[in-house]
């Protein structure tokens, strides 16, 4: 059974008035989205269902194993001693 105005568009849901040819908000008519044997007609939508992991896989590849970032311990001991020696010299200065 075709919609037909006044009422909620089966479309979009907006209210439709009476004597609507056509959806205000979305432009639905009885020709592109009232009719109920239009749904879907000519769309061509894939039968099986998505895998949506393999298409990651095939897309992006297999993830590769996480890099560490920052500063390797041998750089935070450099700023620990450089630290220790501007605090060393400001203070035997002062005194």
């Known amino acids: 059974m075709a919609f037909k105005p ?3 568009c089966p ?3 907006e ?10 908000d979305c432009g639905a008519c009885a020709r592109s989205g009232w009719s ?3 749904y ?11 895998d949506y992991d393999e298409f990651v896989e095939r897309e992006f590849g297999r993830p590769s194993p996480a890099k560490r970032t920052g500063l390797s311990p041998g750089w935070w001991w450099v700023a620990v001693i450089l630290l220790l ?9 002062l005194f």
């Open 40 to 50: 879907l007609d000519g769309v061509d939508l894939p039968e099986g269902g998505f």
């Open 85 to 93: 020696a501007l605090g060393w010299a400001l203070l035997a200065g």
């Open 15 to 24: 209210w439709v008035p009476r004597g609507a040819v056509a959806c205000d």
């Open 36 to 38: 109920d044997d239009s």
């Open 11 to 13: 479309a979009c849901g």
């Open 6 to 8: 006044p009422g909620q």
